[in-house]
């Protein structure tokens, strides 16, 4: 089977092979919005399916019900049938694929679960029903469900304790594509831009296989930037309201405590978000971080030395940085910001802050550029709250990365985006001495400390950078690390 799809290598694998299994197999594949999923799916089974239903957002259960006999009329030749309950529906399916031949795998696809589950519609209850009574119990069945609204798969279906407790054979969580793989699909697609405009796209985008597809392989990088985020009605103008309100109900909620952690690079405490969001009711903030967790917009940011409490939330999603940094109040505005903001201070400050984020999504690739990839490693965060100066400022200490291994070292990594050799001078290199002092100080650490920096095209060679261990490039983020 010749495949059109570029990376999933795993996950075609597990899905192939499930073709092959002698039980009934219930799989499970789940992932952020536009992350490709419904393709992947379609792609491995080449669309041939027994039955396919998709779930529609913000219908009530009877309208769900109906599209749903129309597909059984389409799909089966059958008279349209009268459903009054998602009972019903199972039951006409099981008949329907009762009818088949037993001995062909039936395949049957469920797409966007969670929109069938809609306000006491017992959609949940009755495919739990279905799946244990009879799905199981049928060795050549495959039947494969999938949704974008990540928090409610998860905890409806994946870690599910009720009737599809330890049910599922399969479980895909889609990740966004590395640098290697959007490097590798830009190419796919006739697009070769300079690993420095990938990685500015990918800051963009996130690697996203759907914003990906958007790019037009005639137009330059900032070109294309502009037509899709800033040229009114463009193809992404308005992808952060549909984000939202099509995963999270209450999207508004969300979208809030997403606005309140842009502003934030280092991230905030669980206290400080409450205290800025205005969330009084510490369950609700609660169950909107955990959504925001497990759907991939917010990671948990451990810090060195620090206590539990002293746990930072980080907002993680590319596009919504960018959507708050640049789209939110400047849409319609100028339509060609992007190709004119070269040299801006804010795209400065944001290519800097984005490209942390960068580096701890490829915190695999820079352990094999260190040749410790092999090494049992933690990843942290590090900070110092400084003493109170006079000017009222507090300056204190910050490390963008720590590497802690167990060969008794501590990588302090520091991260650099420039568009040529980033220059340590004298200031900066006290800097870091100060850096690495205080955090030896702080944590009382007798481990070997070894400064790497990470930059996009090395450290300029002169007398203060020999302070610097070892280095990573921008190339070796490229790299593919199994």
Known sequence: MALEIIGREREIERLQRCMEEKEAQLVVVYGRRRIGKTYLIDTVFEKKYDFTFVGAHKLNREA????????IQLQTGQSKPKIKNWRDAFVILRQYLSSLDYSKKRIVFFDEL???ETHKSHFLDSFEWFWNSWGSKQDNLIMIVSGSATSWMNKKISDNKGGLFNRQTCRLYLEPFTLYETEKYLNWRGIYWSRIDIAECYMITGGIPYYLRLLNPNLLFRENIDNLFFKKRGELWDEFSHLYHTLFENGDQYAKVAEVLSKKGRGLTRKELGEMTGFSSSKTLTKILNDLIVSGFVRVEPYYGHKKKDTVYQLCDYYTLFYFRFIKNRYGIDESFWSKSFDHLSRRVWCGLTFELLCKDHVKQIKQALGILGVTTETFGWYQIGKQMEDGERRGAQIDMVLERRDMSINICEMKFSMNEFEIDKDYNMNLRNKIEAFRLATKTQKTLALTMVTTFGVKK?????????????????????
């Open 64 to 71: 769900q019900l109906d599209n749903f006999a129309n597909e």
């Open 114 to 116: 969670p929109w069938m």
């Open 462 to 482: 002169n007398k203060y950078g020999g302070i610097v261990n070892s280095q990573v490039v921008l190339d070796d983020l490229f790299k593919d690390v199994k």
